[in-house]
C-alpha cells in the first residue's frame, strides 16, 4: 500500500483490518463457543447433534454475515470517522476500502468455523492447512497479483478474494471429511 498511495494508504489499511477483526471476532467467539459441544458430539457419537448443530452453525455464520456485511457498508463513514476525519485523505481511501473489503465478511465466519470445527474434531492438520492458506497462501497470492491488475482497488479486493480462495478450500474438506465425521 505504501507503493501505491503513500502513508496516507497505510493509515487506511490499519483502519480497515482494525473493522473486519471487530467482525471477525464474532465469528471467533462463535466457533470457539460451539466447538466443546462439536467434539462432545462426535466424541459419544451422536452424530444426530453433530449434524444439527454444523446446520445451525452454518445458518447462524450465514446470518451473522449478512448482518455484519449490512452493517458495514451502512456504518462506513461512523466507523471510518472513529479513526480519521471526514476532511482527512485518509478517509476517502478508508471509506472506498471498507465498501471493497465488506464482500470478505461473507466468507470469512465460514472459513473460521470450517477450522474451529476441525480443531474440535482433533483433526489439527486440516485446520492448521486451513487457516494457514486462509491467513498466508491465499493473501499472498492476492496481494501479489491484484495491485498489479487493478491498482488501489486489488490491495482493497486482496483480502475478499483470499477469503474465497479459503472458502473454497473449506468447503472442499468440509466434504470431504463429510462422512468420516459423520455431519
Known amino acids: 500500500m505504501l507503493a501505491y ?3 496516507d494508504g497505510v493509515a487506511a489499511v490499519t483502519i480497515i483490518v482494525y473493522v473486519l477483526m471487530f467482525a471477525g471476532s464474532l465469528y471467533t467467539g462463535y466457533s470457539y463457543g460451539v466447538a466443546p459441544m ?13 449434524r444439527k448443530l454444523v446446520g445451525i452453525s452454518m445458518k447462524v455464520i450465514a446470518v451473522i454475515s449478512g448482518i455484519t456485511a449490512a452493517a458495514s457498508l451502512w456504518l462506513t463513514g461512523p466507523l471510518v470517522s472513529v479513526f480519521t476525519r471526514p476532511d482527512h485523505p485518509v478517509y476517502e481511501l478508508a471509506v472506498t476500502g471498507n ?7 461473507f466468507f470469512i465466519g465460514f472459513n473460521v468455523f470450517t477450522s474451529g470445527m476441525f480443531t474440535a474434531l482433533s483433526n489439527g492438520m486440516v485446520s492448521a492447512v486451513l487457516a494457514f492458506s486462509r491467513s498466508f497462501v491465499f493473501m499472498l497470492a492476492a496481494m501479489l497479483t491484484l495491485p498489479l491488475l487493478l491498482g488501489v482497488n486489488g490491495i482493497w479486493l486482496a483480502t475478499p478474494a483470499a477469503e474465497l480462495m479459503a472458502l473454497a478450500l473449506s468447503a472442499f474438506m468440509f466434504l470431504k471429511y463429510r462422512k468420516r465425521y459423520g455431519y
Open 5 to 7: 498511495a503513500g502513508e
Open 99 to 105: 465498501r471493497l473489503c465488506t464482500i470478505a465478511l
Open 38 to 50: 462439536v467434539s462432545f458430539y462426535y466424541g459419544e457419537q451422536n452424530f444426530g447433534k453433530l
